[in-house]
């Protein structure tokens, strides 16, 4: 059926009939819903959004990894797991044939493609090298007939979900056989540029036989196109490996010519493709360390680039305020450096930051000024913090204006849990799975209202997250700024807890959490603010999280995902 259905899209894209379609979605009453009945939603005002500007409701989507559901490229190479150097187990001086750990050592080119593979007697262990393609995805990709092009002389094997079809196959073009299972597609350089002539194999494309032909000018998976054409706003932060990122320069940006976007992130030229393709105002989230040049030649490229018709949204990387990511370290470090030892500056300097880099998009704009939307984040429970990155007062005693006066908008999470996953309440929410129904009717009015289980230091439930909303509202309006919210939806997560893992993944695809979804929209909206930004698109609920609204790109419905539909077609 997966297979059907991903060629019938191919052949309707090769006849340019794709366009979007309308999920009608599941109905969900509000007025009807059990939950809804028993909180009231935000009074809204005119004078909540300080510009007027309407509601609007996009979405976040997921990183490019070998191991994604989201299945966004025709090539599935553009998604490939980086080389993983290999030698043959009972060689001599192969420890561990998968993986050589020697990564550092394979001879890459600028785009990384493999120049070079070590003789046997050289040095290093490996002696070939591999990835994977669709990896642990459990068979959720098209199978059926696909071709591998590249350039170049040297060997290629497969193994895993492809068999080669070696009567169809010649140099440059082999023909695979795929049978989607966990496994995914294992592909093996054995040898390249045999006779060291500088022609080493590159250039790589994996793609459905059918897409051979338009690959390269469709560029995505229309499948992928359908679930996501409908939001009004992508924002690109994993696409882009914002977290965690070291880029600073402009020539070490990711290109449309590397091998595969799993490494560095997505171009900015593909993300503009996509953004025009569906006609979405694009969030880009730039790196930390990005140099003022980086700044400038990324917002040109969007300004040619990009439809004139879309907003472009722009912001200095992502939760600069947690410490889980390099992100936090680094500006604290800039600003100790800066300004000596002072608690918050890291906020400060990443304020300072995004309103010079607001500046630079504003002067290479011009006078296309207004298709900008400059943003400043903050930490959204932390009452307070977000005086020292939109008021930066170090920065305004060294002769500058307030950091708020360069920006458009004010950005916050906008996440429920119930207090469910505190640590301190583990055991209260273990205690929910002994209720007759298994926990589910307690755990939705927590989820809705709290006062089931203790709230520790904050009120994650709609009803606290409501609460946030008209706090980090009038923090906008006394600074004349839009809020919106850059991330958010439920926050339901037990790594190490595998009972209340398996309780959250329920609750998860359970229809009452698709009217939570329609109550904090609807909330949202009353409250007077304007973007919200779902996270994210799709993923498979696991230990880690149930953060795709869709598990998979052919799953077509989800008590989730029809909620934001249903949204959607309330407010266009």
Known sequence: MIVLSFLNRIRRLKVAVFGSIFLAGLSIALACSPLRSNLPLPTATAANSPSGSPVGLGTNITSIVDYSTQLPFLDAFKSARRWIPQCVNGDPGCDNGWDTQEFDRIDLDEHNWVRSLPAADDEPMFTRVGTLLFREI???????????????????????????????????????????????????????????????????????????????????????????????????????????????????????????????????????????????????????????????????????????????????????????????????????????????????????????????????????????????????????????????????????????????????????????????????????????????????????????????????????????????LDVAKQRNLELVVYEGGQHLVSADNEKLTNFFIALNGDRRMGELYSQLLQGWKASGGTLFMNFSDFGRRSRWGSWGVLEHVEQAHSPRYDALMQFLDEIS
């Open 138 to 472: 459990e068979g959720h990709y098209p199978g059926g007939q696909y071709v591998v092009l590249y350039d170049g002389e040297g060997a290629i094997e497969y193994r895993f979900d492809a068999q080669k079809d070696e009567a169809r196959s010649r140099p440059g073009r082999d023909i695979i056989n795929v049978t989607p299972s966990n496994e995914g597609i294992y592909l093996i350089i054995t040898a390249t540029d045999p006779n060291r002539t500088g022609n080493y194999i590159r250039n790589l494309h994996v793609v459905p036989i059918e897409a051979e032909t338009i690959f390269a000018s469709e560029i995505f998976n229309p499948v992928f196109l359908e679930r996501i054409d409908r939001f009004q706003a992508i924002r690109f932060m994993d696409w882009m490996s914002t977290n965690n990122s070291t880029q600073q320069e402009w020539r070490d940006r990711p290109k449309v010519e590397d091998a595969t976007y799993a490494m560095k992130g997505a171009p900015v030229e593909i993300m503009i493709a996509l953004a025009n393709r569906i006609h979405a105002d694009p969030w880009f989230t730039l790196p930390i360390q990005a140099t003022d040049e980086y700044m400038r030649e990324f917002a040109q490229i969007v300004k040619d680039q990009l439809d004139p018709d879309l907003r472009v949204y722009v912001e200095l990387s992502n939760e600069v305020w947690n410490w889980q990511f390099s992100q936090a370290h680094y500006a604290l470090e800039q600003g100790k450096a800066r300004w000596g030892e002072h608690g918050d500056a890291y906020m400060q300097w990443y304020g300072m930051r995004s309103a010079q880099m607001a500046e630079l998009w504003k002067q290479v704009f011009g006078d296309q000024r207004d298709r900008l939307r400059s943003i400043i984040g903050t930490q959204t429970v932390w009452r307070g913090l977000e005086e020292a990155a939109l008021d930066c007062p170090l920065w305004v005693a060294e002769g500058h204006a307030p950091c708020h006066e360069s920006v458009d908008l004010y950005a916050i999470a906008g996440y429920f849990s119930g207090n469910l996953t505190q640590a301190e309440n583990q055991a209260a929410a273990e205690a929910l799975l002994n209720e007759p129904d298994g926990g589910f009717e307690k755990a939705f009015m927590q989820l809705e209202q709290g006062g089931i289980i203790p709230a520790h230091s904050y009120n994650d439930s709609l009803a606290g997250v409501f609460d946030l909303f008209a706090y980090h």
